[in-house]
């Protein structure tokens, strides 16, 4: 699904890099927490998966493609099987919950009978069926964050990129929006998450990879937080 | 792509922008309806030039048989073949003559037909009320006073022309007032390029959540950087269409009513509708094309996919 062979990535005008000679591979319907400080390279860990970077040394292979190799236009063809989900939701204020979700099929050119079809589906699936024309101002933040996997979902991507998904909401919130990515890997779908929530990463015991400095420091298959912040 | 949801971001696009959105109006308008202009004008000055003008420097009339009636300088009658065969022999000893052309009664009336072919005037003519002429090529135009002054009330001449001299001042009144609008033009383009890059930047930096999000999910480039191009293209059109109203305006007003050139002015041969009417196809494609290319061009450097 992914796979990184020692890779760097050193910004221009930068001295140190942001991630050096990371290697490691990420397998199919694999669930895995990315931990470390601020600063450690987990923004640029997945900046290079959905080649928002390039790397400056080493391969990143994701599903199956080199992505050095993969020409511009290639680009967004490649992006239609990821999704991605932040911290600060990303959604688009003055459209409705559905039209959020329906936006992502629009653009890349999903007829109005698929979008029809599958937006409603995918909102029950992240339990808001029934919310369709609120705006996201008008839903509480763990909500606002359930329009935004939907929304990252509804193309049905082999691979779900979250960057700190829980962030921004409450504990109790969090543990449901945990349940419904773990719901989502549970169809196939491989899912990363980039996290500072200690008590998440412990209680799921999943795979976590911990960077520290630009370093893979910690590869576990069944890890806990494990660092003071 | 769905062109419904397509239309509907340019219509946000514009809406949201609606003081960047006229200013390019206005300044396409007026940029486009002074190309327009400087064409229409170049077709004024070639349409009064007649078939002559740029061939010759010196014409020499001859008498006809209604001149020997009217005209003082043709008292002696209308001009006979002696007289004509003396006068191209003369012409031709002539230093200062270049070429010499003879332009019959019948090639004269065929010249003024298609020169004046649609007014009243032409219609009542006939070919033995035009002037038989020599027209002559000097190798120093400066010297037609060499020719006036040789043939000028000579038996069978009605009279010589210094084919420049009569227009001369009027061309060069013109041609100054093509070149002024020529550079008020390219400073109106100018001011519409940047204003156009500056709309797309706008447009683009306040649209940045939906382009994020596009890019993100996997909207191709051509479908992230379409909306924009179109609402340029869009404003540029309606800044086209209304410069050709500029222009059919300006004719109408100029010409046939209001000011009515064409009634004070009944020798001068203005230019028809067909002349206007064949730059507005132009004027809009430029008006539509040149603002989409610079809105792809700023998008480049605005809109990294």
């Known amino acids: ?229 | 792509m769905r062109a419904q949801f397509v239309l509907s971001e340019i219509g946000v696009g514009l809406r949201r922008n609606l003081t960047m959105t006229f200013a390019v109006v206005v300044s396409v308008a007026l940029s486009l309806a002074l190309f327009g202009g400087t064409l229409l004008m170049s077709d004024q000055v070639n349409a009064m030039k007649g078939y002559w003008y740029d061939k010759v420097n010196v014409s020499v009339f001859l008498c006809n048989k209604s001149d020997a009636a009217n005209d003082s300088n043709c008292a002696k009658g209308a001009v006979t073949a002696d007289q004509k065969k003396q006068i191209l022999a003369d012409l031709d000893k002539m230093a200062v003559v270049d070429k010499v052309t003879h332009e019959s009664q019948d090639e004269a009336y065929k010249h003024y037909k298609e020169q004046f072919g649609d007014s009243p005037l032409a219609a009542s003519l006939t070919p033995d009320q035009m002037q038989e002429s020599y027209r002559i090529k000097l190798k120093d135009p400066e010297k037609y006073q060499v020719v006036a002054t040789a043939f000028d009330g000579r038996d069978g001449v009605q009279s010589v022309q210094d084919q420049k001299g009569i227009l001369e001042n009027l061309f060069d009144l013109l041609d100054g007032m093509k070149w002024g609008a020529r550079a008020v033009m390219a400073l109106m383009l100018v001011v519409a390029l940047m204003l156009i890059v500056n709309t797309v930047r706008v447009s683009a930096f306040s649209r940045r959540r939906e382009t994020g999000i596009m890019r993100l999910v996997g909207a191709s480039g051509f479908y992230i950087q379409a909306p924009f191009i179109m609402e340029a293209a869009v404003a540029g059109l309606i800044g086209g269409a209304v410069a050709c109203a500029f222009l059919v305006l300006a004719r109408y007003f100029i010409i046939d009513h209001g000011l009515a050139l064409s009634e004070k002015l009944s020798l001068v041969d203005f230019i028809g509708w067909d002349a206007v009417l064949t730059k507005l196809p132009l004027i809009l494609a430029t008006s539509l094309l040149m603002p989409a290319l610079a809105a792809f061009f700023a998008l480049r450097k605005y809109l990294k996919v």
């Open chain 1, 1 to 229: 699904m992914i796979r990184f062979d020692s890779v760097s990535k050193v910004y221009p005008k930068q001295n140190h890099p942001a991630l050096r000679d990371v290697s490691l591979e990420v397998e199919k319907g694999e669930f895995v927490f990315l931990v470390g400080s601020s600063g450690s390279g987990k923004s640029t860990f997945l900046r290079l998966i959905l080649r928002e970077e390039r790397c400056s040394h080493g391969q990143v292979h994701v599903l199956g493609r080199d992505l050095a190799r993969l020409s511009n236009w290639k680009v967004p063809q490649m992006r239609r099987q990821l999704g991605t989900v932040f911290q600060d939701f990303r959604l688009l204020p003055n459209k409705t919950v559905g039209e959020n979700v329906a936006f992502a099929q629009e653009v890349i050119g999903k007829t109005r009978g698929e979008i029809r079809k599958s937006v409603p589906q995918v909102l029950d699936l992240v339990g808001l069926g029934g919310k369709e024309d609120r705006r996201p101002g008008e839903l509480s933040g763990g909500e606002q964050q359930r329009v935004a996997i939907a929304r990252a979902f509804v193309n049905r991507p082999k691979l779900l990129i979250a960057d700190e998904p829980t962030g921004n909401l409450d504990p109790q919130t969090s543990v449901g929006i945990m349940k419904l990515l773990d719901r989502i890997n549970r169809t196939g779908t491989t899912v990363i998450m980039a996290t500072h929530d200690q008590n998440i990463v412990d209680q799921m015991r999943k795979r976590v990879i911990e960077l520290e400095k630009g370093r893979l420091v910690r590869d576990q298959a069944r890890g806990v937080y494990g660092y003071q912040h």
